[in-house]
């Protein structure tokens, strides 16, 4: 899949309502397209944490449709929405998706920043949750690899036990259609010449859909370093909350827009 | 930078490097160009009959070569480790063997290579695009390394890096946020590993948390680090073995691998990775080793 296709798909969509927060002048081209294009509009005046609260009320009574958030640090973002909404959300999942020059279709990575890997069930929620995401993109069946410094599982490495754990669980067949496989290092994960040298067999093929870094400081590096790759498209959406959120920069570009692509498929 | 300080260092004596487990293409083609480029003089540990083969095979001369023949792996690991441990090689090169093996084998106190300090992997990237050499630590070692360990890394990733000529490297420690948060004790535990940094004399410029993107991005607010570090050091190992592997792999960087610590440098790289990287760790190690004397 490429964000062509993914954009393809959300142009069938039907516009919806979308509330945003902190938007400036610099944006207000585009919040013009998108509601000529048929968004409903709704600018949450609010600044800091207050505002974020109440952008996550609207959501949680389902005023609105889709969340956009302009110019803010994502972490703390996450973190603000997720004290905001109720405790039965559920976590927050960070999705990155990248189309690198380098690789042959869009790579996406996932994190839930509240949410320790090693308690297994809370690792199954989130790597469930980020599938039905690539789900709802138009991926019908999903590589999804586990990543960590080692192959082997190793009590040494914590994060390849819970990963074990749900490898094991890919193996037969538990996610469905959704192939997933762990621990992996990320060379594994996306080089078939690697996989190839190191005898290394993995349903996932080397050719992984998503990757799943054991941590929040992993995810946030590996997502500066495929950055780094070059010229590229990137788009981001938060997942798990009442209807999906999309975090941007100013100026609402080329991002906001396959952001909004993303969010659009999981109303 | 590194392969002309090498060339440099090996007019004057060259390092002999103990390669554990030499029976590998890869491994035969980056001792063989280092040694033609006058970085080292290679002493190659493993079965001997295999590594003739190879070396012949490879259009390469056996006799160009000092060769100690091994039954295995472990008796490679253990000839090679002995070699450095006896002063006859100034390198340790990791060829066709488990990287645990090797590892175990050097840390244990008999082999004589331990010289009190914790042992960390540095990985020295030529990163297209940034103006200087950019090292990543510690994605090969200290799994989840404590405060201590942590000063331990800086340590080590400050003396590589003064070995290869940055006097004064600038250090940044890696957090999701670009600020100490509670919600995060990591960030937390940065901002205070890279005051005692400061305060200890490790170096003069630590700054942390700061995320990936900022360390590697100029900054709007003052800051010695973020925009141009030497050493950027990680929470825990995943991190960074999966960022440089990123990196290596999409962003075509050249990559020296090395690990510091011990009586002499290890020089460790991935079975995956090509003679050009093999080549160029060699090369860092063999300028830790000449630096060194």
Redesign the interface.
Known sequence: MTFRELAARAAAKKPARMDVYGATDSDAAALRRWSEKGWRIVQCDGKGETGLAVLAEAARRKETDVLCVIGTEPVKTIRALERALPHETGPLSWLHGFEIPAYPKLLWTGSTPSVRYESVPDALRAVQAMIRALNAFGMDEPRVALLSCVEAISPGVPSTIWQAVLGHMGTRGQFGKAKVDGPMGFDLAVSPKSAAEKKFKSEIGAQADLLVPPDLNTFLSLASALFLTGPQEAADVVIGGPCPIFLTPPGLGNHAELSLAAASLLI | MVMERARELGKSRLPVVAVAGAEDDDVLLAVANAQKEGMVKAHLVGGAAEIEKLLGELSLSANDFHITDAADAKSAIEKAVELCSRGECSILMKGKVPTPDLMRAVLAPSAGLRIGKVLTHCAVLE?P?YPKLLSFTD?GVL??PDYEQKLCIVENAVRVSRLIGVDEPKVAL?????EA?P??P?TVEAAEVARACVERGIARFVEGPM???TA?TKSARPSAVAGEPDIVV??????????V???????GTTFMGVITGAKVPLSLV???DPPENKMASLALAAVMAGEAK
């Open positions: 990163l695009g994605g799994v989840a890696l957090g999701v946020r670009d948060d919600d995060f990591s995320t990936l993107h590697l990680a929470h825990a190992i995943e991190e960074i073995n999966i960022t592997k990123a990196l290596n792999l999409f962003r991935s079975r995956s």
